[in-house]
Each structure stands twice: as structure tokens, then as C-alpha cells.
T-cell receptor
């Protein structure tokens, strides 16, 4: 069964303390892996798409990487405004329009 | 530019009642989606549409119906609400059918079924 898991479930960091979030997936024929950010009471906001192992994408303090079984979202010198839930999703070649989302990692960055 | 707008934002229903959630997008996107989000679980696709007049089932379609009579609107209906349908519902749209992974989400509609 295709699935996406994320770890840790929750993470508390001090401002400036770098860390990584993990997204592990099992899917037949990965078409793409996507990262979203979700603020409380809001809808998810798109961050990155990764298509193949070895690919990396960066945006401000965030960097996403992809291997054949997992993806990491690295957060460098985070600020309190980076606090949010980060969602990972995968699309398989035979899924059509169905993205499989992970449960998310809730990140809190303390000043 | 409003993006994706959902109404209502909150609703409380009694078991057996019916209701419709409305999603409107002003980005001229072809593809529209309805997801539900429950605590500890990922977003799950209920139904989607690849263009005006089309609909298709997602992962968890039972108990829901949808319609896409106009390109900019996607309606989600519950004919006979059940407590298991208590959830936060998100509408999303995309230009390229998710090929780039970029879905634009609304702010959600929180539904409680008593």
C-alpha cells in the first residue's frame, strides 16, 4: 500500500537552531514529491516539487532534498515566522490526480 | 485577487441533515479538488474535477457528491450527514492538473456533525 509518513510529529527549536524534517514514502513509480506549509486555521501553501533522487530545491531558509525512499526539509537558522505544520505529499504515476499526503510535522520556533 | 474562496467557513449539522459547501476560484484553473483533513491524518481526496462539467472520485468519496456546472465553482454536497463526516474540508485548484505539485488551497470549512 502506498503511504507517506513524516517525522518527528512535532519539533521545537530555538531561533537559529537548524534542523531537518523527514518524509518517508513507499509508492510505485514516483511522479513527484511535494512540500507544503500550513499555518493554523489556513489552507496549505505550496513550497517545492522534487521529481527525482538527488534533486534539491531551496527557498530562503528552507532546502528540500530527495532520495529514492525519503525526502528531507532542512531548515537553516529558523525564525519564529517559520513556525507552521509542514506537509509532504507524493504523486505516483498511476494515481492520476490523487496526491497522498503525510500527517505533517508541527514546527515551533521559539524566540 | 481572491484565489480560492470557500463558504461557509464554519457549520454545525445534526445527523441526517444535508448541506452544500461552495468553492470558487478566480484563477481560471481547469482542475479543482475537495479534500478533508482529520487530526493525525494527511489530507485525503474526496472528489475532483478536470474541467467544467466533469467530476471523478478520489480516495474517500462515499457520502459525498459534487458538481462543476461552472468552471470557477466546485460544490461539495452531503446528502445525509454523519458524525464521521466531522472534519475540516479544503478546496483546491490547479492549472496543470497537479503536474507541478502546485495546488492552491482555500482556507477551509470546518464542519461538525452532532
Amino acid at each position: 500500500e502506498d503511504q507517506v509518513t513524516q517525522s518527528p510529529e512535532a519539533l521545537r527549536l530555538q531561533e537559529g537552531e537548524s534542523s531537518s524534517l523527514n518524509c518517508s514514502y513507499t509508492v510505485s513509480g514516483l511522479r513527484g514529491l511535494f512540500w507544503y506549509r500550513q499555518d493554523p486555521g489556513k489552507g496549505p501553501e505550496f513550497l517545492f516539487t522534487l521529481y527525482s533522487a538527488g534533486e534539491e530545491k531551496e527557498k530562503e531558509r528552507l532546502k528540500a532534498t530527495l532520495t529514492k525512499k525519503e525526502s528531507f526539509l532542512h531548515i537553516t537558522a529558523p525564525k519564529p515566522e517559520d513556525s507552521a505544520t509542514y506537509l509532504c505529499a507524493v504523486q505516483a504515476r498511476n494515481y492520476g490526480q490523487n496526491f497522498v499526503f503525510g500527517p505533517g510535522t508541527r514546527l515551533s520556533v521559539l524566540p | 485577487n481572491a484565489g480560492v474562496t470557500q463558504t461557509p467557513k464554519f457549520r454545525v449539522l445534526k445527523t441526517g441533515q444535508s448541506m452544500t459547501l461552495l468553492c470558487a476560484q478566480d484563477m481560471n484553473h481547469e482542475y479543482m479538488y475537495w479534500y478533508r483533513q482529520d487530526p493525525g491524518m494527511g489530507l485525503r481526496l474526496i472528489h475532483y474535477s478536470v474541467g467544467e462539467g466533469t467530476t471523478a472520485k478520489g480516495e474517500v468519496p462515499d457520502g459525498y457528491n459534487v458538481s462543476r456546472l461552472k468552471k470557477q465553482n466546485f460544490l461539495l454536497g452531503l446528502e445525509s450527514a454523519a458524525p464521521s463526516q466531522t472534519s475540516v474540508y479544503f478546496c483546491a485548484s490547479s492549472y496543470l492538473g497537479g503536474n507541478t505539485g502546485e495546488l492552491f488551497f482555500g482556507e477551509g470549512s470546518r464542519l461538525t456533525v452532532l
